[in-house]
């Protein structure tokens, strides 16, 4: 199963902390992002052999039911015409420029936060 990972500097342990939020209390520290994520894989292994050792139940990750990749949003009129058009001028479908344009955004918000 894939669990999804968060990772997030910590300025107090000067390092990276990878959490699973799905299996309460699963986490693991890196100085790197990379070394956080592969140390919170073993803690999740170990995790979960021990709730079957201890007859737990085992969650289903989130990311299985929750995160379809659709979304269905509202705009003003104005915004949909103008996203359309800029799709028309591209030569792409609305659902690809408002997937790229969401791409762009997100990228530099977390390109902005590491700096």
């Known amino acids: 199963m894939h669990y999804p990972i968060k990772v997030f500097y910590s300025e107090q342990d000067k390092g990276f902390i990878a959490v699973i939020p799905d299996l309460p209390g699963c986490s693991a520290f890196g100085e790197t992002e990379e070394e ?22 085992i969650p289903h990750p989130s990311a299985e039911s929750v995160y379809s990749g659709k979304i269905l949003t509202r705009t ?12 028309k001028d591209e030569g792409v479908s609305l659902n690809q420029l408002v997937v790229y344009l969401l791409s762009r955004g997100i990228n530099r918000n977390i390109t902005a936060r590491k700096n």
Do not use: D, F, N, Y
């Not at 003003?76 to 799709?87: Q, T």
């Open 36 to 57: 956080a994520i592969k140390q919170v894989k073993i803690a999740q292994e170990l995790w979960i052999k021990t709730a079957k050792k201890e007859g737990r139940k």
């Open 76 to 87: 003003p009129k104005s915004l949909h015409k103008a996203l359309m058009e800029k799709a």
